[in-house]
């Protein structure tokens, strides 16, 4: 099968120029995080985590969205390369996703006194990480052995069945109950980030998750790509190793 | 649309073994509540709509992939598909086939649960049925798309569940919260929130279903 070379190009660019913006610009976030930005008043240094906490949701949605358009262009172009981009963003937004869960609450704990509540945000969260975890099973459960593609297909609607349901899970979570903090915009219409230095940090470390985001995805995708080759060579091998196993006589040239 | 629809009902009450197993389970499940829970007369007003829609929730849940069991041993499913009936049909078809048996699940479960914890039932049955109608769309909808995941065989009959439930959640908070209403005597709460996300819901799943089957079902 030929390769979308609009999908292989950016790819390989991503893999190629991002790996040390990624580096530096981690050492940098961290270096903020931990030196730079001043303690916040009312919360204390546990705060601080919130500039890992939130970029990481917001790369979560950027993956899952990305999923979404890519498992759309998977069912309508049926290409596989579509196919490997979207299972790529899954994969990566389930790291960030599991990144958000666990980083809050840690911060929960000393703020609300508990590690867990059933705020809306949280659930949505939680409830968005057991679709994508579906994803995934549905993945490894369908394994490779019809070529992989019903498995493919009934991924691409979830993830796209999954996206659309997101809204109707914010809703009903909201109309349940809410308590989770609204940083970026109080009730007052002023920001809860008093220092600009926050704002620094918190855009910082965004950036550096959205390009750790773009690297990683691409990694992925290009090892699934990678490994859908290896199958197609073997296949081909044991074609050939069938056509001339007659003198053979072993499967060991099946490699 | 209409030949297929008579057929899958047919197959469906000769065997009537998923409509047994559903309720078997649905009862069962009504039984573990009860003693794990500890429920009493002060508590279960509070806890009888959650009890009622984890049990419908659950039992529809493992009984949605097994609508197509039948299809895949005798590779009928193939013969369908390969038929010039449009495939939105087929959906459709399948979905009223799985709703009916939804249905009829609950009216046999529907007694039980009064009975067993001394709800009365029948005299909130009118809004009460609406809402377990409005919640079976969604559920035989969402089912529905999903049940051919399990065509495939594997451990995939495994991930059904899995996958069904978590889009299931805003159905689940929806239909429980009516549920309160409409058993305290409230009548149906037309104009609330909650009934529009149920019907929003319901409209969504079969919509997508209806388009997305044409993408899934090419096997």
Known sequence: ?255 | MLTLLARDLRLQFRRGELLASSFVMGVLMLLAFNFSLDLSPDNVAALAPGILWVAVLFSAGLAAGHGFVGERENGCMDAIVASPLDRGSVYLAKFIVNLLLLLLFEAMLLPVFGLFFELSVLSVLAPLALVLLLGSIGLAAVGTLFALVTVGGGGRDLALPILLLPLEVPLLIASVKITRVVMAGGGFPWGDGWVRLLLGFDLLFVVAGWLAFEYVATD
């Open chain 1, 1 to 255: 099968m030929t390769t979308i070379p609009f999908l292989y190009k950016t790819e390989s660019l991503l893999m190629r120029v991002l790996p040390l913006p990624v580096m530096l610009g981690m050492l940098a976030s961290l270096c903020a995080v931990f030196w730079w930005v001043p303690t916040e008043r009312v919360q204390g240094p546990v705060q601080r985590i919130f500039y890992f906490h939130v970029p990481s949701a917001w790369c979560c949605f950027l993956a899952f969205g990305l999923a979404s358009v890519t498992s759309a262009a998977y069912l309508w172009k049926h290409h596989r390369d579509w196919d490997n981009a979207a299972r790529a963003a899954v994969e990566t937004g389930m790291l960030f996703a599991t990144a958000v869960l666990i980083t809050g609450p840690i911060w929960a704990r000393p703020i609300w006194g508990v590690w867990w509540t059933w705020d809306s945000r949280l659930t949505t969260m939680l409830v968005l990480w057991l679709i994508f975890a579906a994803y995934l099973l549905l993945r490894a459960f369908s394994g490779e052995r019809d070529g992989g593609s019903s498995g493919a297909r009934f991924a691409a609607v979830l993830a796209i069945v999954g996206t659309l349901d997101i809204p109707l899970i914010v809703f009903s979570t909201r109309l349940w109950r809410t308590v989770h903090p609204a940083v970026l915009k109080t009730s007052e219409g002023g920001s809860g980030l008093s220092d600009p230095r926050m704002v620094t940090t918190l855009i910082l470390c965004t950036l550096t998750f959205m390009i750790m985001f773009a690297w990683l995805w691409a990694l992925g995708a290009r090892s699934l790509r990678l490994d859908d080759q290896v199958a197609l060579l073997e296949e081909r091998g044991d074609r050939l190793a069938m056509a001339t196993g007659s003198n053979t006589s072993t499967g060991e040239a099946t490699v």
